[in-house]
């Protein structure tokens, strides 16, 4: 009896095994759209824009990213404008798991610097919304940033989207540190290899 009950739990952990190994996972499908574009530079600070800085970030995010269970999809993988509603009806009809905004921010205060992170106010998505806004900006601020708590904004984007949504704003092109880092292959390589851990 004893030997029989061994044997018929070898035989359903090898068919359960079995199993499991033929359940297709599903993907998780991310969209990061890369801010500005075209005509439109976005910050602009001695001839380094917002939108060349964003869309390199994007395509080694696209680039790195090695797990087969995650999709990454760029919304503009080019230098051309895209409108926002442009941009929201691709988001739509793809109805990922999340869409990840990138911007980068400036201001006149030269000392003011980190990262920062909105969503939107609307309740359908908020609470996946803020979870990946808050995972995101705790790795990529990383050791080398500040970062700000994630707070409420009603950017277009973040508005209509019929999915969890959330702009990651990477540091500061108007200070110097962030400037030094966001601009350099190694802070743009790492900025990305951090949005793909936080999206694990
Ligand atoms: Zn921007």
């Known amino acids: 009896m004893k030997i029989n009950r061994k044997f018929l739990g070898i035989v359903s952990a090898v068919f359960l095994c079995g199993l499991f190994a033929f359940i297709p996972v599903e993907k998780k499908v991310v969209v990061i759209d890369a801010a500005h574009g075209g005509d439109d530079f976005g910050a602009d600070l001695q001839g380094l824009q917002e939108k060349v800085i964003v869309e390199k970030i994007a395509k080694l995010v696209k680039a790195q990213n090695k797990n087969e269970n995650l999709e990454i999809v760029l919304l503009r993988e080019g230098d051309h404008f895209m409108e926002l509603s442009e ?8 109805s990922p798991n999340l869409v990840i905004s990138l911007h980068i921010n400036s201001s006149p205060n030269i000392n003011k610097n980190g990262v920062e992170a909105y969503i939107s106010s609307n309740k359908t998505f908020y609470n996946q919304s803020k979870t990946n806004a808050e995972v995101l900006v705790d790795k990529v601020a990383g050791n080398y940033f500040s970062k700000s708590e994630v707070k409420e904004a009603p950017f277009y984007i973040l508005k209509n989207s019929n999915c ?12 110097v540190n962030d400037r ?3 601009t350099s292959e ?3 390589s790492e900025i990305a290899a951090k949005i793909l851990e936080s999206l694990k």
Request: aromatic fraction near 8%; hydrophobic fraction near 40%; avoid cysteine.
């Open 180 to 182: 030094n880092y966001i």
């Open 186 to 188: 190694k802070g743009q």
């Open 164 to 175: 969890p949504a959330l702009t990651l704003e990477v540091g500061y092109l108007s200070n």
């Open 87 to 94: 941009r929201v009806s691709i988001i739509n009809n793809l």
